[in-house]
């Protein structure tokens, strides 16, 4: 669930909004189609507990019930976009059981 409100936002900011939520919800569905196509190969997935994982390792992890989400909550979304770039920062309480 997105906490930040959708009015007076612009039309970019809402698009990425809108985004982040459907990648939230690929991951409380285990949607592994959704997570790659919304996730790039190249980058690596750095987590608070520091580990590091590749695509494959992250979407792995979600789809084998590894780390199963499931809730996600945001709070305290701050979305900034700059052209083609965004930029979105938040706070992520998850209930998982992994």
Do not use: W
Not at 6 to 11: D, H, P
Not at 39 to 44: I, Q, V
Request: glycine share 6%.
């Amino acid at each position: 669930m997105v906490s930040v409100a959708v009015f007076g936002q612009s039309k970019a900011t809402e698009s990425v909004q809108q985004t982040i939520t459907k990648f939230n919800k690929a991951m409380v569905d285990a949607d592994a189609a959704t997570l790659y196509a919304m996730t790039y190969p190249e980058l690596s997935y750095g987590h608070s507990s520091g580990v590091i994982q590749s695509q494959k390792e992250f979407v792995e992890g979600i789809t084998s019930g590894r780390s199963d989400f499931q809730t996600i909550d945001l709070s305290e979304e701050k979305i900034t976009v700059k052209g083609k770039t965004a930029t979105v920062r938040h706070i992520l309480s998850a209930k998982t059981f992994d």
